[in-house]
């Protein structure tokens, strides 16, 4: 079945640092694969996706290639910011298919 | 605006005690869903609805129960809660075929 592997959190930078977020996965066929972020006290949120191999999904500065050779997606940004501490998932679903399956997110703290 | 909303938000109850966790959505979305959140899970799916009067298992169902009779609610019971069940929840919506799902700000609850 699909699964996916993200890095083990906590994760905390200072501010304006570099950020890469690993992600790998194992599916079946050609998954689309997506980040989510999930802020305090809220549900989760789109942050980008990526469809086909070699894509590269960007939003809000991040950016992640869905690299089919490594099965990975990993989320990076050049410049972190203190709005960016939130809790970040990596996820993907079947061709043509809805359902999600996520990792078991990483929280994300960004210090001044 | 856009939104899939639940209620309640927070629930404390006692085991045994039969609840329901609504959940509606405005965006005309055929596709609905519930997951748990549990820490170092990441979310897993309870229950799913391609449509009206159409529900199937996720991947992890027991001691839930779904319906849906209108396009816009999804509601999720819990006929005889458990410990076990004390958990975030969250419902999302979405399309089909894809890719972007909107996911309500969530329920605790916790069963004691």
């Known amino acids: 079945g699909n699964s996916v592997t993200q890095m083990e959190g906590p994760v905390t930078l200072s501010e304006e640092a570099f950020l890469t977020i690993n992600c790998t996965y194992t599916?079946?066929?050609?998954?689309?694969l997506f980040w989510y972020v999930q802020y305090p006290g809220e549900g989760l949120q789109l942050l980008l996706k990526?469809?086909?191999?070699?894509d590269k999904g960007s939003n809000k500065g991040f950016e992640a290639t869905y690299r089919k050779e490594t099965t990975s997606f990993h989320l990076e940004k050049g410049s972190v910011q203190v709005s960016d501490s939130a809790v970040y998932f990596c996820a993907l679903a079947g061709f043509g298919n809805e359902k999600l399956t996520f990792g078991t997110g990483t929280r994300l703290t960004i210090i001044p | 605006e856009a939104q899939v909303t639940q209620n309640p938000r927070y629930l404390i109850t006692v085991t045994g005690k039969k609840l329901t966790v609504t959940c509606s959505q405005n965006m005309n979305h055929e596709y609905m869903s519930w997951y748990r959140q549990d820490p170092g899970l990441g979310l897993r799916q309870i229950y799913y609805s391609m449509n009206v009067e159409v529900t199937d298992k996720g991947d992890v169902p027991e001691g839930y129960k779904v319906s849906r009779k209108e396009k816009r609610n999804f509601p999720l019971i819990l006929e005889s809660p458990s410990p076990n069940q004390t958990s975030l929840y969250f419902c999302a919506s979405s399309l089909p075929g894809g890719n972007k799902q909107y996911f309500g700000p969530g329920t605790r609850l916790t069963v004691t």
């Open positions: 599916a079946t066929g050609y998954p689309s």
């Open positions: 990526a469809t086909k191999a070699d």
